[in-house]
Every structure is written in C-alpha cells, then in structure tokens.
C-alpha cells in the first residue's frame, strides 16, 4: 500500500477543506449510515486518541433512540480501552467514496442477542472522494498572490501568498502585522488570478492559524476555506488544480 493510499484510508485531521465536504443534512446522513449497514461494509473504528483501532459492521442505524450499533469484534481486553475512550472516529469506504464521522457515548449493548458496541448518531459526517480533497503546491518560481477586504477596515485590501490549493480551499502565508487573524474570520471580497484560467472570487473562512519562518521573516500561517463558493468558481479552482498537477508531472 502506497503511502498516499495509507494517508487515505486514516482519519483526516481538522483541516482547512474538511468543513467544505461535510455532510449536516440528518436526511442524507442517516442514508449513507444505511448504506453502511445494508451493504455490510468495512468500518475501521479509531479510539484512544488513534492509538488503538477496529475493523467491524454497522448492524443497525435506529434514530428514533439516537444510536448506532455495531458488532462486537473485539477481544475484552479491546473492548474495555474502546468503552473507556467514550468517543470514536469511524472510517469506511462505498463505491470509492470516504465516509468518516465522529461518535460519541460508547457503551456496550445487546443485538438480536449478541454482544454488541452502541454510539451515538454522529451530527455531521465527511463524505469524500480522494479526486475532491487533492491538493497541490503551488509554484515557488512562480509566486502566486490574492487579497482580501481587511476584516477591521473595508477601505484596505490584505495581501497574501498561496502555498497550496484544493478545490476545498487554499493556505496562505500573510505578515501578521497587516492582519491579526483568528479561525472563524470571514475574509470578504477574495480575489485569486488564476492567470490564462481567468480569477476566481468569493469569501474566505479562516479555519486554521499557525506561525511559519521564512528566513528572518515571521508570517502566518492561514488555513482558509472557501465558503459558500458558486459552483462555477469551484469548477474554476478544480480547472486550477488539475493544470498545477500537470505542471508537476512534466517536470519530473
């Protein structure tokens, strides 16, 4: 197995595009917990902080009591480290598509008079397909620049350098005296030249922030995504993404 695959098939950290790809509609995610179930698939349970893990089935979605339950596959030895971690991230695979979502209130439960692991239904789940999440670098030869309205001062725009972009969203480097960012600032009036491509706009959401040392140069680190995007500009950034990687593969 590939390293990327590996990368893949683990839980993916808080990320900057993972709030673009996951799924709050109680309709659609009680259909693909179905899903799940109906097809008998897979599911690798993460717990003890991702130290410990699983391989089991849903046996059944019943959101009248709130509760997932799942067969009972591990050894008591197991089972006691997952019952005392309270909470787990479960990861699966359907039809080439990632489904990974948080569970809480682990308890042990009775099913068709089995043993048994119940947990709480999930509020949000990531649906993703490797294609949706890639990301790429963007060329250090070639800097790529965009801006924004500052959030403190309509009048003045906040240069910023991207590093890399997903159709999720991007990361970028700013000077943290020209904006004192924090996760959940809307960044309005975002502007990207995508050169022949043309120039995506929209609103950005900063979701991450950490420090980043070029040289004696002291930045910002921003993880942003793209927030209620058209669709168009979507296609337009996956155009983006697509010619990068090609840009990549000629120069091996």
Known sequence: ????????????????????????????????????????????????????????????????????????????????????????????????????????????????????????????LLRLQRRDFYRVATPVARPVTCSALHPGNADQRVGMTVTDISSGGICVLVDPEQLAASPGMLLNDFRMDLGELGSIEGTLQIRHVSEAHRGTAKRHRLGCAFYRMPGTMGTLVQRYVTSLERERLLRR
């Open 1 to 124: 197995m590939s390293e990327n695959t590996d990368t893949f098939q683990r839980p993916e950290p808080a990320d900057a595009d993972i709030e673009h790809f996951q799924v709050y509609s109680r309709v659609e995610i009680l259909s693909l917990l179905r899903a799940l179930r109906d097809h008998h698939v897979l599911i690798t349970i993460y717990f003890s902080g991702g130290e410990d893990f699983l391989v089991t089935t849903l046996l059944d979605v019943n959101p009248e009591f709130e509760e997932l339950v799942f067969d009972s596959r591990a050894d008591r030895a197991q089972n006691e480290r997952l019952f005392a971690s309270q909470r787990i991230t479960a990861v699966a695979f359907i039809d080439k598509i990632k489904l990974q979502f948080n569970a809480q209130r682990v308890e042990r439960t009775v099913h068709e008079g089995r043993e048994a692991v119940r947990a709480r239904l999930p509020d949000s």
